[in-house]
């Protein structure tokens, strides 16, 4: 099976380490190759791709939305987040999907599968792409109420949008009023790329009660100060390196057609991630 990957940069991508891992998981022969491209060269590298007759391959930053014109088909939840990362060749048609937001909401609901049978209440932190896959799905899964808060409010409100059931609740907050209300939420996840190779949180958790679960989706480093500051009042925690394994797995399972399990990889995703910090 042909597979790859396109974006820039991608150089120190950790997506052909998890492919290679899959592919051995089903005993079948393959390849995860890197299309490294820039902006001017898209066009050109996605025909190569074609030619090329990959299985299907990985899109990621800055191409999520900039690779839709090139594809035949989006599947709907891809179209309402308005971004792809994972490309099918299926029957001659290039059909464009997105695991990361689900990817996420699995990998939490791995750890933690309390949160998704009761009426939770979550808070995302950030109203930027990566928050808007994660927002959909949140407001899909029986949580009560999905509230966000950004930097920017306007951004936030326009995020509310895409809350189109009637049964969830969704409240735009400054991160002053999140702060102050951090006691309310049962689930809290981190969006921003705040905190990714830096020491600074995006929001305080003075306020956070130990039965919150807190989430980051930067996994570099592993234990953000973020996270630092929800272990030091006592809550749980769920690290970001999961999302990475759960989006691939997703990904792989449209391309193979078979399941995967991902409990070994997230282990050794640990490891070496602590070792190169
Ligand atoms: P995108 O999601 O479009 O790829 P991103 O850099 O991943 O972009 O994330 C953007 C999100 O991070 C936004 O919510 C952004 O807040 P604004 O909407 O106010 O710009 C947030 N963000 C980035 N840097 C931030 C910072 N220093 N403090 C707080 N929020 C920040």
């Given amino acids: 099976m042909k597979l790859g990957l396109i974006g820039y940069p991608i150089k120190h991508s950790l997506s052909p380490w998890i492919h290679t891992r899959f592919l051995q998981q089903i005993h079948q022969e393959g390849q995860y190759e890197l299309y490294e491209t820039t902006e001017d060269k898209l066009s050109q590298t996605v025909k190569e791709i074609k030619e090329a007759s990959l299985s299907g391959f990985n899109v990621t930053v800055p191409y999520k939305q900039a690779i839709i014109p090139y594809l035949d088909e989006l599947d709907v939840y891809a179209k309402q987040i308005g971004a792809v990362n994972t490309v099918v060749h299926k029957d001659g048609k290039w059909v464009g999907y997105n695991t990361d937001g689900l990817g996420y909401i699995r990998a939490v609901k791995d750890q933690y599968p309390a949160?998704?049978?009761?009426?939770?209440?979550?808070?995302?932190?950030?109203?930027?792409?990566?928050?808007?896959?994660?927002?959909?799905t949140l407001c899909q899964e029986g949580f009560q109420q999905v509230d966000i808060a950004n930097r920017t409010i306007e951004k936030a409100i326009a995020l509310k949008s895409l809350n189109q059931t009637k049964q969830v609740e969704t409240k735009c907050l400054t991160f002053e009023e999140a702060e102050k209300n951090i006691n309310n939420y049962d689930l809290i996840i981190q969006t921003t790329s705040v905190g990714m190779n830096e020491d600074i949180a995006?929001?305080?958790?003075?306020?956070?009660?130990?039965?919150?679960?807190?989430?980051?989706?930067?996994?570099?480093?592993?234990?953000?100060?973020?996270?630092?500051?929800?272990?030091?009042?006592?809550?749980?925690?769920?690290?970001?390196?999961?999302?990475?394994?759960?989006?691939a797995k997703l990904a792989f399972e449209k391309w193979s057609g078979k399941n995967v399990t991902v409990a070994s990889l997230i282990n050794d995703l640990e490891k070496r991630l602590i070792k190169d910090e």
Wanted: charged share 15%; with cysteine.
């Fill in 202 to 247: 995006v929001l305080s958790l003075d306020n956070l009660t130990k039965e919150t679960v807190v989430s980051d989706i930067v996994y570099q480093p592993l234990c953000t100060t973020f996270l630092q500051q929800a272990k030091v009042k006592g809550a749980k925690i769920h690290l970001g390196h999961t999302m990475l394994i759960y989006q």
């Fill in 115 to 136: 949160l998704f049978s009761e009426q939770s209440n979550a808070l995302v932190i950030g109203a930027g792409g990566a928050a808007r896959g994660i927002f959909y």
